[in-house]
């Protein structure tokens, strides 16, 4: 075997998983956050604020109250495609 010879080819081999990365990263996060904002205005919940960083969500916004945070967190949670949802949300009351 010869080291240098498969890294001389090694960017060919990593190159298709880059792209296909990009390409479908961006795909995923646009259909979850998109999934989730409806989850969310079904629910009631128009003061939360997702952001989606793939499969991961982060909900920001100032609730009225602490049911309603956690009434966020399960819509959010029972979204198809949602791995883990962060809370970052305070309350008026």
């Known amino acids: 075997m010869k080291p240098l010879r498969w890294l001389a080819h090694l960017p060919l081999v990593i190159l298709p998983f ?3 990365k990009a390409v479908e990263g961006r795909g995923v996060k ?3 956050q998109t999934q989730v904002t ?3 205005a079904v629910a009631g919940q128009e003061w939360a604020k997702p952001i989606a960083m793939g499969r991961d969500v982060e909900i920001r916004g100032i609730a ?3 049911a309603a945070v956690e009434a966020a967190r399960a819509a959010a949670a029972a979204t ?3 791995r883990r949802v962060n809370m970052h949300v305070g309350t008026e009351g």
Do not use: H, K, M
């Open 18 to 20: 880059l792209a296909a």
């Open 30 to 32: 646009t259909t979850v």
């Open 38 to 40: 409806a989850a969310l």
């Open 64 to 66: 009225p109250n602490r």
């Open 80 to 82: 198809f495609g949602v």
